[in-house]
T-cell receptor
Framework: SQQGEEDPQALSIQEGENATMNCSYKTSINNLQWYRQNSGRGLVHLIL?????REKHSGRLRVTLDTSKKSSSLLITASRAADTASYFC???????????FGAGTRLFVKA | DTEVTQTPKHLVMGMTNKKSLKCEQH?????MYWYKQKAKKPPELMFV???????INESVPSRFSPECPNSSLLNLHLHALQPEDSALYLCASSQPRLAGRGGNTDTQYFGPGTRLTVL
């Protein structure tokens, strides 16, 4: 079964607004990662949060992790048109090299 | 150098053709990956090489043949593909957290991808 289901599937906001994306997963994890993908391009790693962390910040990004609910959220504050992209959460299988990506949230920021 | 490069950027091939996709990284990473991504879908893992040995093959059809000639290079040989194989093929690399051949991967660095169209 797939780890990392995300909602919403698509999100359209105005520049300057905040964007929140959610991710749920099904099994135990060591860490959870968020990636961004611009249309038709490779993925770019944004942030990693470990299972013993509850919140992490990086610039305009804020990630939370709730291991009891098996969920994570990504908040982008003061969004910009350049933030328009797809965002994926990713959970590695413990002990191996396999990473499962969530279905992704497509964010569109209108200027 | 924190870049993963992939060539070609675009590839159009017929079902009887043989072609290869190439990936290169110079970050000293010892794990390299091939993913397939269809439009509006997440990447799907195809193969993982760890220390130049095939570690994971996600039941990929034999018309896809990976090769890892050295620690910096990863190839994907294509033969007798089907139109449904048309997709974005992504290469990635990472450094295994533990020394040795096992270990949970953390950050993966992705190349820009090869857009493959099979006619």
């Amino acid at each position: 079964s797939q780890q990392g289901e995300e909602d919403p599937q698509a999100l359209s906001i105005q520049e300057g607004e905040n964007a929140t994306m959610n991710c749920s997963y099904k099994t135990s994890i060591n860490n959870l990662q968020w990636y961004r993908q611009n249309s038709g391009r490779g993925l770019v790693h944004l942030i990693l949060i470990r299972s013993n962390e509850r919140e992490k910040h990086s610039g305009r990004l804020r990630v939370t992790l709730d291991t009891s609910k098996k969920s994570s959220s990504l908040l982008i504050t003061a969004s910009r048109a350049a933030d328009t992209a797809s965002y994926f959460c990713a959970t590695p299988y413990t002990g191996g090299f396999k990473t499962i990506f969530g279905a992704g949230t497509r964010l569109f920021v209108k200027a | 150098d924190t870049e993963v490069t992939q060539t070609p950027k675009h590839l159009v091939m017929g079902m009887t053709n043989k072609k290869s996709l190439k990936c290169e990284q110079h970050m000293g990473h010892r794990a390299m990956y091939w993913y397939k991504q269809k439009a509006k879908k997440p990447p799907e893992l195809m193969f993982v090489y760890s220390y130049e040995k095939l570690s994971i093959n996600e039941s990929v059809p034999s018309r896809f043949s990976p090769e890892c000639p050295n620690s910096s290079l990863l190839n994907l040989h294509l033969h007798a593909l089907q139109p449904e194989d048309s997709a974005l093929y992504l290469c990635a690399s990472s450094q295994p957290r533990l020394a040795g051949r096992g270990g949970n991967t953390d950050t993966q660095y992705f190349g820009p991808g090869t857009r493959l169209t099979v006619l």
